[in-house]
Every structure is written in structure tokens, then in C-alpha cells.
């Protein structure tokens, strides 16, 4: 079946303009992961969506991100007033529910902000 | 908090080579999972294993094998024979079951070169 899709796969903005991010999952997966991926922070954790339940956004770096999941499927994650410091690859995750399985990861979409 | 140190930042070996790539963990929390994934150069990330903390049996898939050891907090990742194919940035990563942080935090990745 299809894995984890992103989309944009490249974005090149410029600072101070916002960026939306897109991620579907595997059709039937109740949880999503927002991940960073950049040179100095190693693989960051952003945001996890698990079904209806409020979301863990404990690992959103400012309020210029922000993310949100409709009808439990596609997210978008945000990123307000970009900074040269957000550009980074940004990795999306679904795994099948709330016990720690195994998450798949979409390509990522590299972001660069000019 | 949790925390996953790798180490080895990059290693290097000659094909057919048996490599160990080692993971120590830190958690709070008496129930957790470890993980291992795979970068290849394409960048998209591989899962290899998933281990609960109350399994501690050592586990072998083909060339690779894990040795899970409590007592030292250690996940190790051995690759025997190794391939050219095996090149990759390897990943060890820490979910916590209890405190409700279902995410993984990873440790800085291996990156493993296998020579021909």
C-alpha cells in the first residue's frame, strides 16, 4: 500500500515568509508525528496528533509553528515569519495507534529559507 | 528526561566486515521501547527494530543482531559480514510508554561507511 507521502519534497522561501508543510499518512493510521531533521539539532521531535486527543506540542521550537490534522488524516504543519535557523529537513511519521509501534516516515520536505 | 547517546559518530569498515554500532540510553519511565532505523543516502528513514523494555532477549534478522542489556542501559546493533548496501546514517531511538510522550528521541545517528 502507499507509505507516508510529503509534499512540498523542496521549498525555498525567503525570511519572513510563511510556509506550509504537508503530510498524508497511511490511510488508517491514528497517529502523526511532525519530526526536524537539521545539522546541528540531530532529529527533532515537533508535534504528535493521536486521533481525536488534544495534541503533544511540546516539541515546537517558537509559536511561529503551528500544525493541525483534519478529520484525522492529513496534517500541515505551519511555519510563520521563517527564520535562516528553520531551514532544515522536515520529516512527517504515522504508526498504526497509541502503543509505541513502529512509525513510518514519509521523504521529507528540505526547506530552505533564504 | 530521556536521552540517547550514540557515540560513534562515523565508522568505517571493509566489506565483510562484522560492525557494532552501540547505543546507551537514559529513562525514568520502567516501561519503554528502543528502536533502530536506517538513513540510506536517499534520506528516508528505515525501521529495522522495535524492543520492549521487558524483553531482553538478543534478537537476529539475517546479518543483524541487537543486544539489549538493562543493566547497562545499552541497545547494541551488530552487523556481521557487512555489505556496501549497509552504507547508511543509523539511528537509535527511545519512546517512553508511561508519561504519555509517545514520541521517539533519537540519538545523533552512526554513520557507517562500508568500503568495497
Known amino acids: 500500500g502507499a507509505g507516508v507521502s510529503q509534499s512540498p519534497s523542496n521549498k525555498v522561501t525567503e525570511k519572513g515568509k510563511d510556509v506550509e508543510l504537508r503530510c498524508d499518512p497511511i490511510?488508517?493510521?491514528?497517529?502523526l508525528y511532525w519530526y526536524r531533521q537539521s545539522l546541528g539539532q540531530g532529529l527533532e521531535f515537533l508535534i504528535y496528533?493521536?486521533?481525536?486527543?488534544?495534541?503533544?506540542k511540546s516539541g515546537l521550537p517558537s509559536d511561529r509553528f503551528s500544525a493541525e490534522r483534519t478529520g484525522g488524516s492529513v496534517s500541515t504543519l505551519t511555519i510563520q515569519r521563517t527564520q535562516q535557523e528553520d531551514s532544515a529537513v522536515y520529516l512527517c511519521a504515522s504508526s498504526r495507534d497509541r502503543t509505541p509501534n513502529e512509525q513510518f516516515f514519509g521523504p521529507g520536505t528540505r526547506l530552505t529559507v533564504l | 528526561a530521556q536521552k540517547v547517546t550514540q557515540a560513534q559518530t562515523e565508522i568505517s569498515v571493509v566489506e565483510k566486515e562484522d560492525v557494532t554500532l552501540d547505543c546507551v540510553y537514559e529513562t525514568r519511565d520502567t516501561t519503554y521501547y528502543l528502536f533502530w532505523y536506517k538513513q540510506p543516502p536517499s534520506g528516508e528513514l528505515v525501521f529495522l527494530i522495535r524492543r520492549n523494555s521487558f524483553d531482553e532477549q538478543n534478537e537476529i534478522s539475517g546479518r543483524y543482531s541487537w543486544n539489549f542489556q538493562k543493566s547497562t542501559s545499552s541497545f547494541n546493533f551488530t552487523i556481521t559480514a557487512s555489505q556496501v548496501v549497509d552504507s547508511a546514517v543509523y539511528f537509535c531511538?527511545?519512546?517512553?510508554?508511561?508519561?504519555?510522550?509517545?514520541?521517539?528521541?533519537f540519538g545523533s545517528g552512526t554513520r557507517l561507511q562500508v568500503q568495497p
Open positions: 490511510s488508517g493510521h491514528t497517529a
Open positions: 531511538a527511545l519512546s517512553e510508554a508511561n508519561t504519555g510522550r509517545r514520541a521517539l528521541t
Open positions: 496528533f493521536q486521533g481525536n486527543s488534544a495534541p503533544d
